[in-house]
């Protein structure tokens, strides 16, 4: 028997240690088994988020296409009533000059409110405006009575597109005294 203040020897250590669970080897392959889950189940979120940024970027490029194809579709749909009045207006043979005028004046019309609704925006100065190097392009430098650099006429329109210039204005400016 033993005295109760002797110190166990390592027999008794060895066998007491598997009945407290702090087996090295069983708590790594427990620990292994654990993180080879874990492991597992981050490369399934993985795969899966991937799959679902790939989805998203199809997506998107899809709907890009479609807002192209159908941008076009719409501004020629608003086309289509410029179109049909000038067709009408070929079929009159006799035509007065004012008739033409009146007919050419609507078809006009037609057409500006049809580029408006598309954001098509005419840009025409008046005489006098100040001279926009970002809107308007100078053809010539005349002399005039206003103030050097501003508009004095207008040749041909110009044109923006939500904000854009399409075309600039083709302006006549003033020169310096």
Same mark, same amino acid.
């Given at each position: ?57 199809? =997506? /998107? ?11 076009? +579709?719409?501004?020629? #749909? ?13 079929? @009159? ?8 005028? #009146? ?12 580029? #408006? =609704? ?20 100078? @053809?010539?430098?005349?002399?005039? +009575? ?14 923006? @597109?939500? #904000? =854009?210039?399409? =075309?600039? /204005? ?8």
């Amino acid at each position: 028997m033993s005295d109760p203040q002797t110190p166990p020897v390592p027999e008794q250590e060895a066998a007491s240690a598997p009945a407290t669970g702090s087996d090295p080897l069983a708590q790594a392959q427990a620990e292994l088994a654990e993180l080879k889950a874990k492991s597992a189940e981050l490369a399934d979120q993985f795969l899966r988020a991937k799959a679902e940024a790939e989805n998203a970027r199809r =997506r /998107a490029e899809e709907e890009i296409t479609k807002a192209r194809k159908y941008a076009v +579709e719409a501004f020629a #749909e608003s086309l289509l009533p410029v179109c049909d009045s000038l067709e009408a207006g070929l079929t @009159i043979k006799d035509a007065t000059p004012e008739q033409i005028r #009146e007919g050419a004046q609507a078809t006009l019309r037609q057409l500006t409110a049809a580029l #408006e =609704r598309n954001k098509v925006i005419a840009i025409n100065p008046a005489a006098g405006a100040k001279f926009d190097p970002h809107q308007h392009q100078a @053809i010539s430098m005349v002399p005039a +009575e206003q103030e050097a650099n501003t508009v004095v006429s207008v040749l041909q329109k110009g044109y923006t @597109i939500a #904000e =854009r210039v399409l =075309r600039p /204005a083709l302006v006549t400016v003033a020169a310096p005294k």
